[in-house]
């Protein structure tokens, strides 16, 4: 199992994320609603460990 680098950068409602190859993408976040823009999927954060996720594109 190899070890991958991540690391995520918060600026207001906007995440970016990185990998080691560099950026990987960018997601943003208003309450517990989110959008990752290399998904493309919504997704809503219900109560407890569950969330609900779009169907890509």
Do not use: Q
Not at 1 to 9: E, G, L
Not at 44 to 56: A, I
Request: aromatic residues 14%; proline residues 7%; glycine residues 8%.
């Amino acid at each position: 199992m190899p070890i991958v680098f991540r690391k995520r950068k918060k600026i207001g409602p906007i995440i970016l994320n990185f990998t080691e190859n560099g950026f990987s993408s960018w997601s943003i976040k208003i309450g517990r609603w989110s959008w990752n823009s290399k998904a493309k999927a919504h997704r809503y954060d219900l109560p407890g460990p569950v969330s609900w996720r779009s169907k890509k594109g």
